[in-house]
C-alpha cells in the first residue's frame, strides 16, 4: 500500500480517535448535573453508569466479529453514527432507572467503536513496522481535553440537553466526514515478514491466549483507573475540595492534557524503554499520582495528582490492547478491550459502594492499588511477554 494511502488512514483513524474521546468527556462533565436531575445517591448513580461499562462489554465480543465478517472501517462507522446519537439520550432521563438503559445503549456503541478502530489501528501499525500506537490514544485523550474544557465553558450558560444535542450533531458531522474516507480505504496489507494469517494461528495457541489475557488484565487495572476520574473526578473535586462545576470539569481536563502529553510520546518512549520497562514505569507513577489525587488537602494538589496519574496512565492501555491485537488479530482486541472495560464495569459501583461506606477519597485510592498490580502483572510475565 503506497505511503501516501497510510498516511491518509492513519489521519481518518486519528480523527475517530478523537471524536470518541470528545463525546465521551462531554457525557462525563455532565454527570453532576445529570445526577442532580435524576435524584441519584453515589450508590444508585454507580449502578447508573454501569449501564456505559456493562453495554461496551457485552457487545465487544460480538463487534470482533462484526470486524472479521464486515471489516473494521465499515464497523467503526457504523458505531460512531449510534454513539452520537445516543450521546442525546441521558439529560432526557429523570431516574437513575431509565439513566442506566440509555447508558447501556450509549455503552454499546462505545465499546464497538472501541474494538472496531483499535483493530484497524493495529493493522496499521504492522504495516508500517512502527509502536504508533500511542498516537491514535493520544488523539482519543486530545478529544477528551477538549469535550472536557467545551464542557467547562458551557456548564454555566447551556442545559445538560443543550449541550449533548449539540454534541451529537457535531459527531454526525463528523462522521459523514471522515467516515467517507475511512470507507473508501481498504486495509493495508502486512509486511513480508507478519503474513495476515499468523494473528489466526497464534490465536489458536493456549500460550498466546494465555498472553492475551495477560495483557487484558493490565487493561483492565487501567481502565479502572480512566473510568474512575472520567465518572468520579468531578464529583472528587466538587463535593470534597469545594470546586465548582467549572473548575471541576477543568480538573478532568487537566488529567487528559497529561495523557495526551504522555501518549504524543509514547512511541518515542517505547522505543527508548521497550513495553515491559513503559508499563512498570507508568504503572508506578500512576499509582503514586492517584495517591496524591484521591488525598490531596487542597485543590491544586488534586489537580496535580491528575496530572501526574495521566502521565502514568497514558501508554498502558494502548501498549496492552496492541500487543494483544498483534497476537490475535480482531480477537486479541476483542479480549483485551472487554478485560479492560471489565475495570470499568467494575469501577463505577464498586467506587459508589466504597464511597458510601468509607469516602470517595478513600474509594479512590484503589485505583492506585489496580496501577501497582498493572506493574506487577506486567514485571512477572516479562520473559513470556518478550518472546
Request: without cysteine.
Given at each position: 500500500m503506497p505511503g501516501n494511502t497510510l498516511t491518509q488512514l492513519r489521519i481518518a483513524l486519528t480523527t475517530f480517535f478523537a471524536l470518541d474521546g470528545f463525546i465521551f468527556a462531554g457525557w462525563v462533565v455532565r454527570i453532576p448535573a445529570i445526577k442532580e436531575?435524576?435524584?441519584?445517591?453515589?450508590?444508585?448513580l454507580?449502578?447508573?453508569?454501569?449501564?456505559?461499562?456493562?453495554?461496551?462489554?457485552?457487545?465487544?465480543?460480538l463487534t470482533g466479529r462484526l470486524c472479521r465478517r464486515y471489516g473494521n472501517h465499515q464497523v467503526t462507522v457504523a458505531c460512531a453514527v449510534l454513539l452520537s446519537l445516543s450521546i442525546a439520550l441521558p439529560p432526557l432521563t429523570h431516574s437513575p432507572l431509565a439513566l442506566g438503559a440509555v447508558l447501556l445503549?450509549?455503552?454499546?456503541?462505545?465499546?464497538?467503536?472501541?474494538?472496531?478502530?483499535?483493530?484497524?489501528?493495529?493493522?496499521?501499525?504492522?504495516?508500517?513496522?512502527?509502536?504508533?500506537?500511542?498516537?491514535?490514544?493520544?488523539?482519543?485523550?486530545?478529544g477528551c481535553m477538549i469535550g472536557a474544557g467545551l464542557g467547562g465553558l458551557v456548564a454555566g450558560t447551556l442545559s445538560p440537553t443543550q449541550h449533548l444535542l449539540?454534541?451529537?450533531?457535531?459527531?454526525?458531522?463528523?462522521?459523514?466526514?471522515?467516515?467517507?474516507?475511512?470507507?473508501?480505504?481498504?486495509?493495508?496489507?502486512p509486511p513480508e515478514s507478519?503474513?495476515?494469517?499468523?494473528?489466526?494461528?497464534?490465536?489458536?495457541?493456549?500460550?498466546?491466549?494465555?498472553?492475551?489475557i495477560t495483557f487484558g488484565l493490565i487493561a483492565l487495572c487501567t481502565a479502572y483507573g480512566e473510568g474512575a476520574l472520567a465518572d468520579w473526578g468531578a464529583l472528587h473535586l466538587e463535593q470534597d475540595l469545594h470546586a465548582t462545576p467549572g473548575v471541576a470539569a477543568v480538573g478532568y481536563s487537566c488529567f487528559a492534557l497529561a495523557m495526551t502529553i504522555g501518549r504524543?510520546?509514547?512511541?518515542?518512549?517505547?522505543?527508548?524503554?521497550?513495553?515491559?520497562?513503559?508499563?512498570?514505569?507508568?504503572g508506578t507513577t500512576a499509582a503514586l499520582g492517584m495517591l496524591l489525587a484521591a488525598l490531596a488537602p487542597a485543590l491544586w494538589v488534586a489537580l496535580l495528582g491528575f496530572v501526574i496519574t495521566g502521565l502514568g496512565l497514558a501508554n498502558l492501555f494502548p501498549v496492552a490492547v496492541e500487543r494483544a491485537g498483534a497476537l490475535a488479530g480482531p480477537d486479541g482486541v476483542a479480549i483485551a478491550s472487554t478485560l479492560g472495560y471489565g475495570g470499568m464495569l467494575l469501577g463505577p459501583p464498586a467506587i459508589g459502594f466504597m464511597a458510601d461506606w468509607f469516602s470517595l477519597p478513600t474509594a479512590l485510592t484503589s485505583v492506585a492499588a489496580l496501577a501497582a498490580a498493572a506493574v506487577a502483572i506486567a514485571f512477572t510475565t516479562r520473559r513470556a511477554a518478550a518472546h
Open positions: 436531575q435524576t435524584g441519584a445517591s453515589a450508590t444508585t454507580g449502578l447508573a453508569l454501569l449501564g456505559v461499562s456493562a453495554g461496551a462489554v457485552i457487545t465487544m465480543m445503549i450509549f455503552g454499546s456503541a462505545y465499546g464497538g467503536i472501541n474494538v472496531a478502530f483499535n483493530s484497524a489501528a493495529v493493522d496499521l501499525v504492522r504495516a508500517l513496522q512502527r509502536p504508533i500506537m500511542p498516537s491514535f490514544h493520544a488523539a482519543f485523550s486530545l449539540g454534541l451529537a450533531g457535531i459527531g454526525l458531522l463528523v462522521t459523514a466526514l471522515a467516515g467517507r474516507s475511512l470507507l473508501r480505504l481498504q486495509p493495508p496489507a507478519a503474513p495476515r494469517d499468523k494473528p489466526a494461528q497464534h490465536r489458536l495457541s493456549p500460550r498466546t491466549r494465555g498472553l492475551v504524543l510520546t509514547g512511541t518515542q518512549l517505547l522505543e527508548r524503554l521497550g513495553q515491559t520497562r513503559t508499563l512498570v514505569v507508568g
